[in-house]
């Protein structure tokens, strides 16, 4: 009988525990929700961003705030797990009342928020990049990475340049691998590349020989294509040398970070990818409209983090300043108002491109704001 | 098509060594004391970290693996001194729970202390691929395979012709006849740990090299070693090793001739295969409890 | 005799109570959410700990029913069409198939081998649904329409919350029955001693068979149900990692004790969103208290505190 009733009291003290753990504060502030993979296999995507929401969310209320209201920013990592994703983004919607979220670092965590988003109705700028974000346009949702698609097609043309037609993929079981190789098979097709080989690897293996070695075996291939994002490529990498393969080596934007080439090491020389101007931000042309806001960015990430910049701490920024700046332009946080304002940026000089967004095209950036860059003795070079 | 097997061969052999070192670090553990200390990944774990993080900022990289492996063990007697004796007549899935804490605990803990990014560590003689009958072989698998085959070799030397070794594996055969001959079995338990962490630690540097090194690398590798422990049959120190060998190379021979996707499936499907058919795994006892 | 029936209706009053009272403390959905999560998981353990508490057999792959029971109600609805109560069904009958196929011979098994055994299943069935991407969305899951009985969708916390307060109750009810019965008896004997029970004529075998059976019915259910309510699973809900969290929440909240398994897992539910406060240190804290709790009150959470009060009971 006891028993019973102190399960009772057990229960009881628990769930109140829980209540007050979850409480949340007050007033004016402009709060910004952030839902990153800082840790696990995305980490390296997901612990830029984090810093950079903090930082600029700091810098931004030094000087100041948004029309004098102040940004209070409640950042949760999912750890790269796409349920925990949810459920923190329920949290975030129902418990911590956030007017804009920020984040879903990887397309599983922000395809598992975006049934959330929708029927809480706040606006939710992702930071990850299959195309299947934006299309079919999602009212409340936006992305500011570069798609998979994008990226397909930009390697597809680099292909073309150097007069290379069959091509090898190996995709990661990822939900961005998995895009990226449906993407690349319809966007293979377009340009009149052949697929000649078509092998998957898993985001936390540590060795994909097997795969390599299948392709190495494969005389018809011409080039290799990696679609994954954070350490799996690099491990795909260092393999790909060790098994002495010679072809061009391509990877996709989910790579763009100097953490893919300090991991793959000298491995990594001679790989191209495209990416964000920013990598290569004193590499631009005076002329381009990006420079100086790259520039900038640059000098104040490294400043404050002692390590180099990455296209993932882009993405967070622009994210967080498109947000910041539809809120200046809707005049306050009124949900719908700045879903509005958000889908209304246009010509928005950001990191990854100049983002013109519209009602059919909630990511604004064209494929001139891609790059293709080369790992040249250990850093980015941009490929004319 | 030689070459094709060979490759696998080699890259099977390659991990197969740190599940035969992680394998032999449950055996010493289990026969020490009952307890299967899941907690051993974290061991490899810690090796592999410290090595990796004590390099980057110049130490030496024999003084970090000695300095990783004297961490470890430090965190094995730890983990033996206060979490596993205070616990020793509690039921099995008591003690499994508890090794299981202990390997949460560690992680986080490693987290903390190292941060939640990938560590590389250099190769330990240089990246360029040996050409080899046609395959290709890392010159740090050279070193896995070196540095576990004498590992393992001094433990069987350890066992057989020291006092405290030969202490050790009295204890496993008979706790009670142990002690009344005036050996010290809680002193045996803790070197048990403490041993069984330095395997671990050893093989966690030498494979970081080639599998980067990060906080969650010990869960997989730790739970291998296990089925290996258990296919050898547990508390069988040579079998231990045996049974890391097969599941290495049967992994890298299911990867590249059936299916690269379901390589960690291959171990598993082997344990059950064995639990079924052979239960004390390949050389261990006959008779098991049965009802 | 009279006292027992007491025992249980009260212990049961109390559950039903608290069901019925909580949504007043509950105030937004995150916090029902949050709750419901808590049912789910208990359900699980309700039937958990009668094979681990009363049987006294160890799984440690308990997951992978949750996991097939939330994608046979995810695949079937979303890509056959099939009708979501017919999927929840379906599959709690392939896993009771599933789960009588591999207790015969495993259950032959003791302690750590037993251990390996239902870890190695668990871990299969958790990588199969991973890479089976085709059909299962592989690694990072896929979407499950909510679901529908009767023409009439269930949708959104406040009725899931009731969906899992009525599922939880009768859970815990047939669970008191079955420890009252005869087969629970048998499995006290079992548990006890085994050969004692053989000898006395106690069909061993047939009874661990029926309680794992049973057990991973349970947890299959609450799979298809949770998968309807969350509308995404992923095979992390089937990995190595949830089948030792459900062991914890048993061995925590005391094995042999239904209502002890009931706490442990709200307790353990709660936890890590407690935890999120601490950011960094969390996994240190989870991992700390899981070792401390094992250490100092081996028998479980609410065996330990009932010791500490004079016991009406005692024989």
Same mark, same amino acid.
């Given at each position: ?75 949760? +990592? ?38 959330? $988003? ?18 079919? $346009? ?10 998979? *698609? ?105 790579? !763009? ?42 000098? &104040? ?23 910041? +700046?539809? &809120? ?20 928005? #000089? ?24 080369? $790992? ?9 | ?77 730890? #983990? ?63 070193? $896995? ?41 809680? *002193? ?19 494979? !970081? ?31 231990? #090793? ?50 | 005799?009279? *006292? ?28 029902? +959410? ?227 398994? &009931? ?51 005692? !024989?």
């Amino acid at each position: 009988m006891r028993i019973r009733l102190l399960s009772t009291v057990a229960a009881v003290v628990g769930l109140t525990l829980g209540a007050v753990a979850g409480a949340a504060s007050a007033a004016d502030p402009i709060k910004v929700g952030a839902i990153i993979s800082a840790t696990g296999p995305a980490s390296f995507l997901g612990d830029p961003e984090k810093k950079v929401l903090e930082l600029y969310a700091d810098r931004v209320n030094q000087a100041g705030g948004v029309a004098g209201r102040p940004v209070q920013l409640t950042v949760y +990592d999912d750890g790269g797990a796409a349920d925990k994703a949810a459920s923190f983004t329920k949290r975030l919607i129902e418990s911590d009342k956030v007017d804009v979220i920020v984040g879903g670092t990887t397309t599983a965590a922000t395809m598992a928020a975006v049934p959330l $988003v929708e029927r809480g109705e706040v606006p939710f700028i992702s930071l990850a990049g299959a195309v299947v974000i934006v299309e079919p $346009v999602k009212k409340w949702v936006f992305k500011t990475p570069h798609t998979d *698609r994008m990226a397909a097609e930009k390697v597809m043309d680099d292909l073309k340049k150097r007069g290379l037609t069959k091509l090898a993929l190996v995709s990661e079981d990822s939900g961005f691998g998995k895009s990226g190789r449906e993407q690349t098979l319809a966007v293979a097709k377009e340009r009149g590349i052949e697929l000649v080989a078509d092998e998957t690897y898993g985001a936390k293996d540590t060795d994909v020989t097997a795969q390599l070695t299948k392709i190495r075996n494969n005389a018809a291939a011409q080039a290799v294509l990696v679609f994954g994002l954070g350490q799996g490529p690099a491990v795909v990498t260092k393999n790909y040398r060790q098994l002495g393969i010679t072809l061009p080596l391509y990877q996709s934007h989910g790579v !763009a970070s100097k953490e893919y080439i300090r991991l793959a090491g000298g491995a990594a020389e001679g790989v191209r990818l495209p990416a964000a101007g920013l990598v290569v931000a004193s590499q631009l042309a005076d002329s381009d409209p990006q420079k100086k806001v790259v520039v900038e960015f640059t000098k &104040v990430y490294e400043e404050a983090f002692s390590s180099e910049v990455s296209t993932f701490a882009g993405h967070a920024y622009d994210g967080l300043m498109i947000a910041l +700046d539809a &809120v200046k332009r809707a005049g306050g946080t009124d949900k719908a108002k700045l879903r509005d304002a958000i889908e209304q940026t246009k010509g928005y #000089v950001g990191t990854g491109g100049i983002v013109t967004m519209s009602a059919k095209d909630h990511m604004g950036l064209s494929l001139d704001a891609f790059h293709m860059v080369e $790992v040249k003795q250990g850093d980015w070079a941009l490929v004319k | 098509m030689f070459a094709e097997l060979l490759q696998y061969m080699l890259s099977g052999l390659t991990i197969g060594a740190i599940y035969a070192l992680a394998g032999l670090g449950f055996s010493i553990i289990y026969n020490a004391s009952h307890v299967i200390n899941f907690a051993q990944g974290e061991f490899i774990m810690i090796g592999g970290m410290a090595s990796a993080t004590l390099t980057a900022s110049g130490v030496p990289l024999p003084l970090a693996i000695l300095i990783g492996c004297g961490g470890a063990m430090l965190v094995g007697v730890a #983990v033996a001194k206060f979490a596993v004796e205070r616990a020793r007549d509690a039921s099995t899935v008591t003690l499994i729970i508890i090794t299981i804490g202990a390997s949460i605990f560690l992680r986080g803990l490693a987290e903390l202390v190292w941060g939640k990014d990938f560590k590389r560590l250099d190769a330990f003689s240089g990246e360029t691929p040996i050409q080899f009958l046609g395959a290709s072989m890392q010159p740090q698998s050279l070193w $896995v395979v070196g540095c576990a085959g004498v590992l393992i070799v001094a433990i069987g030397l350890f066992f057989n012709k020291t006092l405290t070794g030969k202490a050790m594996l009295a204890t496993s055969h008979n706790r009670l006849a142990a002690q009344l001959v005036g050996i010290d079995v809680k *002193r045996v338990v803790l070197a048990s740990f403490a041993l069984s962490a330095a395997l671990g630690a050893v093989g966690g540097a030498v494979v !970081a090299p080639i599998t980067f090194s990060y906080t969650e690398m010990g869960i997989m590798l730790g739970l291998k070693g296990f089925t290996a422990a258990v296919l050898g049959g547990l508390g069988h120190g040579p079998g231990a #090793v045996a049974g890391g060998l097969i599941v290495g190379v049967a992994e890298a021979l299911g990867a590249g001739y059936i299916s690269s996707a379901y390589k960690d499936a291959v171990a598993f499907v082997i344990i059950l295969a064995v639990l079924l058919f052979m239960p004390n795994g390949l050389f261990g006892k006959r008779g098991a409890e049965r009802v | 005799m009279n *006292r027992i029936l007491h025992g249980r209706l009260t212990g049961l009053a109390v559950l039903g109570a608290i069901i019925a009272v909580l949504p007043v403390f509950l105030t937004n959905n995150f916090y029902l +959410d949050v709750a419901i999560l808590a049912g789910f998981n208990a359900v699980v353990c309700v039937g958990l700990n009668l094979l681990i508490g009363y049987a006294g057999q160890i799984s440690l792959g308990h997951a992978g029913f949750f996991g097939i029971g939330a994608y046979a109600s995810g695949v079937l609805v979303g890509v056959y069409g099939w009708p979501p109560i017919a999927a929840l069904l379906a599959g709690a009958v392939f896993v009771g198939v599933l789960a009588f196929a591999v207790a015969k011979p495993i259950l032959r098994l003791k302690g750590h081998y037993l251990a390996m055994a239902t870890l190695g299943i668990g871990i299969i069935v958790s990588i199969v649904l991973r890479t089976e991407s085709g059909l299962t969305g592989g690694p990072d899951g896929m979407m499950v329409e909510p679901f529908k009985i009767f023409g009439v969708e269930l949708y959104g916390e406040k009725i899931w919350y009731w969906v899992v307060g009525v599922l939880l109750f009768v859970v815990v009810w047939l669970s008191l029955n079955l420890i009252d019965s005869p087969m629970g008896r048998a499995l006290r004997a079992v548990h006890g001693s085994e050969v004692a029970a053989e000898v006395v004529g106690v069909d061993t075998a047939r009874f661990k068979v029926m309680v794992f059976v049973l057990s991973a019915v349970f947890a299959s259910v609450a799979g298809s149900l949770f998968a309807h309510y969350a509308g995404l699973i992923t095979p992390a809900k089937a990995d190595f990692f949830k089948s030792i969290e459900l062991v914890t929440m048993v061995v925590f909240g005391g094995m042999a004790s239904t209502f002890g398994a &009931v706490v442990g897992a709200v307790v353990l539910t709660l936890l890590p969103q407690a935890l999120t406060v601490f950011q960094d240190y969390q996994q240190i804290v989870l991992g700390a208290i899981l070792m401390a709790t094992m250490v100092f009150m081996p028998k479980g959470l609410l065996p330990t505190l009932a010791g500490f009060l004079p016991s009406r009971r005692r !024989a």
